[in-house]
């Protein structure tokens, strides 16, 4: 999964978003800075672009995607770890970063709370999130394909995981209960560029856990063909281009 995420997904979906994230995460001038869900690395290398002074320690749960990163991006320190339990020192970062990564947090709290540990006093939380599935031109799309090829039968996980934490309010409550205080909450649209329709539908049907969804049907093939084609005579042939939202998100710790 790993090599189909970073090969059809990282280029389009991700890099965009990295080179603004990274952008602003060096208008704040980090030393010390941790990423959490690092993957196989987009944010990482921007991060060092962009802040070249900065050590970065880049972390995954995902020891296959720790195992990937570390190979495309050896400059920050990779390891693996759980944002809920952070094997880090007290107050050992003055910027936390992650990109796209928490709507899989099991518990945001926990995971904020953790951030606000090992942040310095006057440190900052930098993240973003995606918008509505239906605001994501490439995500929107896929998920039409996916239930016209399996009415009824589809997986949600676009909609429900990476596209189901959308609301400012919530997040900020969600800060708020780990002892964080939200300072800004930015609406982005970015376009993504894909060389074809058949690379971003490859994609998400080998590199997301949709994958796992179909792997074990007998028809998964017929799926997999019906999908590529439906997103094809959709979005046409050749390059495409989608817009996609997400929101940025800056925090502190008030004390």
């Given amino acids: 999964m790993p090599e189909a995420y970073e090969r059809h997904l990282v280029p389009v979906l991700f890099r965009p978003f990295a080179t603004d994230l990274a952008a602003r995460a060096a208008a704040l001038r980090p030393r010390k800075v941790l990423e959490l869900a690092a ?6 290398s921007a991060l060092l672009t962009a802040a070249p002074t900065a050590s970065v320690v880049a972390s995954d749960l995902n020891e ?3 195992a990937a990163g570390s ?3 050896p400059r920050a320190d990779w390891q693996q770890a759980d944002a809920q339990e952070l094997p880090f020192e007290d107050g050992g970062f003055d910027l936390v970063v992650c990109q796209f990564g928490v709507m899989f947090f099991p518990d945001r709290p926990a995971a904020y709370a953790e951030v606000r540990r090992v942040l310095t006093p006057q440190g900052r939380f930098l993240f973003n999130s995606w918008g ?9 799309a896929f998920q039409d394909a996916l239930e016209q ?3 009824g039968r589809a997986p949600a996980f676009l909609e429900d995981v990476p596209h189901g934490y959308t609301d400012p309010a919530l997040v900020a409550s969600d800060l708020e209960a780990a002892g964080l205080a939200l300072d800004t909450a930015d609406e982005v649209t970015l376009d993504a560029v894909a060389a074809s329709a058949a690379s971003i539908s490859t994609g998400f049907l080998t590199g997301t856990p949709v994958s796992a ?3 074990s049907r007998r028809d998964a093939r017929t799926i997999r063909a019906s999908v590529t084609r439906r997103m094809t005579d959709r979005l ?9 939202t997400a929101t ?4 502190h710790r008030p004390d």
């Fill in 213 to 215: 969804a179909l792997e």
């Fill in 64 to 66: 296959a995607m720790v």
């Fill in 149 to 151: 090829s399996m009415p």
């Fill in 71 to 73: 190979a495309r991006e």
């Fill in 39 to 44: 993957g196989t690395g987009a944010l990482t």
């Fill in 132 to 140: 509505p599935l239906s605001t994501h031109g490439f995500g929107a």
């Fill in 236 to 244: 046409g042939s050749g390059p495409v281009t989608a817009a996609m």
């Fill in 248 to 251: 940025v998100y800056t925090a």
